[in-house]
């Protein structure tokens, strides 16, 4: 898979500087959340129980959450969009279940776009073009067996990466919850179960 080129996240950031993001009003593009205090408050999906406690991350970690595996030429390139720091945290459940949280704050918004798309096509070859409307700007991949969906609201990314028997609802459910925190609009805390 080639990643996004240094030439793509150029015009990326020559595209933000420009202000002519996506992302629309100015508060909206600047938008900043502490990585690990998003995927802390996040409860428990049914049938799913926490396999470790929220990591902090570095870009080749990040390139291991997003993926499940290791990519030199990936960690180079979040390094190079501007990848500030990350955490994530992940949960299993019966028949190999596993939904694994990835949020990051970037220097800027737009490489996080780009770069979580094509983590995601990466994550589910050959699976269908994934872009929930209740997400604006939402770009992921499902097939029968695996789910991938990146979200990026100001300089944070969103990043889900769902294998097994982890259906649609429960992926979109987290991705509610994780936004709700990163947009700074659920502040009660760690759930019972989380």
């Known amino acids: 898979m080639r990643w996004f080129s240094f030439s793509a996240l150029l015009a990326a950031c020559a595209l933000a500087f420009s202000g002519c993001t996506l992302g629309g009003e100015q508060a909206e593009q600047t938008h900043e959340a502490e990585p690990a205090q998003v995927v802390a408050v996040l409860p428990s999906r049914p049938g799913l129980t926490p396999a470790g406690p929220v990591k902090s991350l570095d870009a080749a970690g990040f390139t291991t959450a997003i993926l499940g595996r290791s990519d030199a030429e990936l960690t180079s390139t979040l390094k190079d ?27 800027d918004g737009d490489p996080a776009q780009a770069i979580g798309g094509d983590a995601a096509a990466a994550v589910v070859p050959g699976g269908t073009v994934w872009m929930p409307t209740e997400f604006r700007g939402s770009n992921g991949r499902r097939s029968p067996d695996a789910r991938a969906l990146n979200v990026v609201i100001g300089q944070v990314s969103l990043y889900l990466r769902a294998t097994g028997p982890v259906d649609d609802a429960a992926v979109l459910r987290q991705m509610y919850l994780m936004y709700q925190t990163a947009a700074g609009r659920d502040r009660q805390g760690t759930g019972a179960n989380g």
């Open 81 to 107: 969009g501007g990848l500030r720091r990350g955490a994530s945290r992940t949960w299993t459940g019966a028949n190999g279940a596993m939904l694994t949280a990835v949020v990051g704050l970037w220097a």
